[in-house]
């Protein structure tokens, strides 16, 4: 084959014929060590595939530049190192390297058109060129993918389905959507080149756009759902491309969720149901091999889920998948839980760690709708820490949520241990659905530290510590955290409390495969909903096969001050009468797109109640409840008249009113009568939708 005129030297220029010798001279390789000493070249090049768990993601991988590694067994040299693209014998491009690192130097080089082959010159000022190296390049001949989407962005949630496999579709309302197809031949033209798709119990009712394909060049085309099957919940939707009148070549099948109804959710109330999950479970037997088993019989049948409503369109989920650790569920398909408590046994054996998310089979795991109201909603998780052989050694936790209409709540985690327990109780872990790769979601800025006098760092991932300073000193000062549950979701989940005055200081690190970042921190497939597999801390391929998480930053064995702590002498889970600590904390939580400002409002109103002059009423004892953010009272008159001093803000106040008529006829703030969006009530409870920034009075008139 003829070469190109880069590859050979004229002897026309001697001054050029020298300089370049003296070039390749220093060059020259060192001595031969390691792969060297058996034969390779001084010059390699060699075609990076690109890993799977790094960007592109999805459609922007067709099509794709390809991307040369060039290693040369000496110093970088002090002439020009040039890689050189051919395609079918013709020169289409040329790339100057840089070069880095002492023996082996290494460098790298794209090309938007795929080569044939490639050529590494050394190359002098005035031009000439020798040969160093020479790689064939075999081209991949055919890409393409697809990927189907409903056009209206829902809450998997509010389709009953939860954590949907990211290469699913899940359909509701009719079923309009669309199609994106990106495709790439690099053989040749594909004359009228055509999309197809239709659903696999309806093959004769298609849908299908035009496609040009011209040789080497990417391509994109939209094509709108087929009518939708009138009949059944699953389906497989099938995307064909093919020439016009010519064999096909290349299809795919997606599995399809159908909603015939929706369920209905409260705007703002708390429902049992089971949410749908059509992917089968991942299971993995003692000696390592895979198998899976139903959803729908996991689980015994009387045990169900359960829904948090907020009007915000936030979802909190306790679903049996996760072992009923609750969760924040985004718009987007992701989650994010605060963890649980979380031990490390007694020394008399166990296996992998001491959670409840092990008790996969809901052995001691309970859930329960204590209170879903007007004005507050109570879930209560009951739960045991077991080992991955379901041992348990005694110890209990109990964790109740309130939530109110504002999207906020609080996490009350009450811990029946022996005095030694030592325990860890939070930590942000994230889930996402099966076929996620952790950096096509998580953004880079995952959490901002929001200190409560308004200081803010914002922490970058993959976190490395000698890129981030001091940002996770802590300053003897409370914090609020926002965490981000997916790249596209405006709604973060929020966490704070007052009495935790240390910052977490285990930042989970990003892991590597091949060389390459591929996390931007801990990832793990076993949980949620896989059984059978133990604690990771590598990737692997049941990505593809269950949902997985990603846990991000742990308090670890560091707690707040609880905010209370008895010792007795009671009974273990076991039947054993013996010494027990029984202690409390509580967090505000929420999910919320407020500023910087807004959320600290939050957290000081939380950490200070406001100061109160009562009339017709007394407060309680114990006046102030941050477990439920509610200020106590007993109501004595009809009108109960209350001045609101603020010392910050007032965020959204809470009363609870024992003794109190259950009509209220009347609710004034500041003189003027609230309306009824204003406020909510429940006979008990009383919710008020403002912010007092100043003294203010509250006048309550009750009726028969």
């Known amino acids: 084959m003829q070469r190109s005129s880069a590859s050979t030297l004229s002897c026309r220029q001697p001054f050029a014929v ?30 990076e595939p690109g890993h799977p768990w790094r960007p592109p993601y999805g459609l922007d991988r067709i099509g794709q530049p390809l991307t040369a590694v060039v290693e040369l067994d000496s110093n ?44 590494l010159v050394a190359q002098s000022a005035q031009g000439e060129a020798v040969e160093l190296a020479r790689q064939a390049v075999e081209p991949v001949p055919f890409e393409a993918d697809a990927i189907a989407r409903q056009d209206q962005l829902v809450n998997p949630v509010d389709l009953g389905a939860i954590l949907v496999p990211a290469d699913w579709l899940i359909l509701a309302d009719g079923g309009q959507g ?71 070549l290349w299809h795919k099948a997606i599995s399809t969720m159908l909603v015939r109804r929706r369920p209905h959710w409260p705007e703002f109330g708390a429902v049992e149901t089971k949410l749908r999950y ?61 963890e649980w408590a979380e031990t490390s046994p007694p020394a008399d054996g166990f296996e992998d760690c001491v959670e409840p998310l092990m008790d996969k089979e809901l052995r001691y795991g309970r859930v329960r709708i204590m209170e879903s109201t007007p004005a507050r909603i109570h879930v209560r998780w009951s739960y045991q820490s077991c080992d991955f052989k379901y041992k348990v050694w005694g110890d209990s936790a109990v964790e109740d949520y309130y939530f109110y209409r504002d999207g906020f709540g609080t996490r009350v985690l009450t811990l029946q241990s022996i005095p030694s327990g030592d325990y860890e109780l939070s930590e942000f872990i994230i889930l996402s659905p099966q076929a996620t790769y952790p950096f096509s979601i998580l953004p880079p800025n995952l959490v901002d530290i929001l200190f409560v006098d308004g200081q803010k760092r914002e922490l970058m991932f993959p976190f490395l510590p000698a890129e981030q300073g001091d940002k996770l000193t802590s300053r003897d000062m409370a914090a609020i955290y926002r965490v981000r549950l997916h790249t596209d979701d405006p709604q973060a989940a929020v966490y704070f409390n007052p009495l935790d005055l240390k910052l977490p200081q285990a930042v989970f690190g990003p892991f590597q495969d ?43 064995r560091s707690r707040p001050t609880p905010l209370r702590t008895a010792q007795l002498e009671t009974l273990d889970t076991l039947g054993r009468s ?12 929420g999910t919320s797109d407020a500023d910087d400002q807004r959320l600290v409002e939050w957290a000081r109103s939380f950490a200070q109640p406001p100061a109160l002059d009562v009339q017709g009423a007394r407060l309680e004892a114990e006046s102030y409840i941050p477990e439920r953010r509610a200020i106590r009272l007993v109501v004595e008159s009809p009108t109960v008249t209350i001045i609101v001093k603020p010392a910050t803000a007032c965020v959204h106040p809470v009363f ?40 203010t009075a509250l006048r309550l008139t009750f009726g028969d």
């Open 76 to 119: 970088p040299p002090a002439c020009d190192v040039v890689l050189v693209a051919h395609l079918r014998g013709e020169e289409i491009a040329r790339k100057t390297l840089t070069l880095t690192g002492q023996a082996p130097a290494t460098g790298r080089a794209s090309f938007e058109t795929w080569p044939t082959e490639l050529v």
């Open 514 to 556: 091949q060389g390459q970042i591929v996390t931007p921190c801990y990832w793990g497939s076993h949980w949620p909903l896989a059984r059978g597999k133990t604690t990771g801390w590598a990737i692997d391929d049941r990505v593809q096969f269950t949902p997985c998480h990603n846990s991000v930053m742990s308090w670890a």
């Open 178 to 248: 669309t199609i994106d197809v990106a495709a790439i031949c690099r053989t040749g033209d594909v004359p009228g080149a055509q999309v197809t798709a239709w659903f696999e119990s309806a093959p004769m009712a298609k849908t299908l756009a035009a496609m040009e394909l011209i040789r080497d060049r990417p391509s994109r085309a939209r094509l709108a759902l087929p009518p939708v099957p009138a009949s059944g919940d699953g389906d497989v939707l099938h995307v064909s491309l093919a020439p016009a009148g010519g064999a096909e």
């Open 18 to 47: 020298l300089a370049l010798l003296v070039c390749v001279l220093f060059f020259s390789p060192l001595p031969a060590t390691g792969a060297a000493a058996v034969g390779e070249p001084p010059a390699r090049i060699r075609v």
């Open 278 to 338: 059509d992917a089968p479970i991942s299971v993995r037997a003692d000696d390592g091999t895979f198998s899976s088993m139903n959803y729908a019989d996991a689980w015994d049948a009387k045990l169900h889920d359960t829904v948090v409503a907020l009007p915000n369109g936030s979802r909190f989920v306790f679903w049996r998948g996760s072992s009923y650790v609750p969760f924040w569920a985004g718009r987007h398909n992701t989650a994010l839980s605060y």
């Open 578 to 589: 013996q010494p027990m600590v029984v202690q409390t904390w509580a967090w505000l939580i």
């Open 656 to 695: 609870e009113l024992t003794a109190a008529p259950r009509t209220l006829k009347q609710l004034e703030l500041g003189g003027r009568p609230l309306a009824a969006k204003q406020y909510a009530w429940d006979g008990h409870t009383l919710w008020l939708n403002c912010t007092l920034r100043e003294e």
